[in-house]
């Protein structure tokens, strides 16, 4: 962009604030800066930062140590590396998925994104592809877009990552996850998702980056890393903005 254009840009975007003036993603009070949030809601959001667990990405109460592990994450490995996310799935935090997911909050993804790509730095170096958990078409067409996929695009557009929403498919509309048992979730997601023809030779060997809003249970990203394993993957990470933490 040349140094006019440039400075046209700037001019148009003061403008444009003077005459909206920005607001809080969370809460619309006015903020300084377009894509932030007021300090009360950020005192609010429950960014998750080291120390955690290696592999869950859970925080921990307290520094045990570099690289150790959850009880969970030993007791019951997920099938992927590891997760990340920027927050915990509670007050803020929960309020900014929704109104992403529910109230046409589209524009949430772009600022929601580059926290993810912050909070997932390290799984996004080494130039993985970014793989959004699919919608199944009719929740699609329903919602209108796929917020995993807004999501991912934003932490590609940061990160500099490849994008790929043409690899999942997900071929059954399930239930929601919430309140099911471990049995009761498999056979909800059983049959759920399948690979795009040709999807197999542009996974072989790559990292992969499954990419959600919400990691609740684990077993919708579960299903799909073991799916892109068979197919060749050579690693699998999970990025998503929020986490529910259940023990603290």
Not at 1 to 20: E, K, Q, T, W
Not at 51 to 58: D, N, Q, V
Not at 182 to 188: D, L, P, T, V
Request: aromatic residues 6%.
């Amino acid at each position: 962009m040349s140094f006019a254009r440039a400075a046209a840009a700037r001019a148009a975007s003061a403008a444009l604030d003077f005459a909206v003036p920005p607001q809080c993603l969370a809460c619309a009070k006015p903020v300084t800066n377009a894509g932030g949030v007021c300090a009360g809601c950020w005192s609010r959001l429950g960014l998750i930062e080291r120390p955690f667990c290696e592999r869950l990405g859970t925080p921990f109460p307290a520094d045990y140590g570099p690289g150790l592990l959850s009880p969970a994450a030993i007791a019951r490995p997920p099938a992927y590396d590891r997760a990340r996310a920027a927050a915990r799935f509670d007050g803020v935090a929960r309020e900014l998925v929704h109104r992403l997911k529910y109230a046409d909050g589209a524009h949430l993804a772009r600022p929601l994104g580059a926290m993810m790509a912050r909070a997932g730095h390290e799984l996004l170096s080494g130039e993985p592809l970014l793989l959004p958990v699919p919608l199944h078409r009719l929740r699609l067409w329903t919602r209108r877009f796929n917020q995993a996929a807004l999501l991912a695009r934003a932490v590609a557009r940061t990160s500099g990552a490849t994008l790929r929403t043409d690899l999942l498919i997900r071929r059954k509309r399930t239930a929601p996850q919430v309140g099911l048992s471990a049995a009761q979730r498999a056979q909800n997601l059983a049959g759920a998702f399948s690979l795009a023809e040709g999807a197999s030779a542009a996974l072989a060997g790559r990292a992969v980056v499954l990419v959600d809003d919400v990691l609740t249970t684990g077993a919708t990203v579960d299903r799909l890393a073991r799916l892109v394993r068979r197919a060749g993957a050579a690693s699998v990470d999970v990025l998503v903005f929020a986490l529910v933490v259940k023990d603290g």
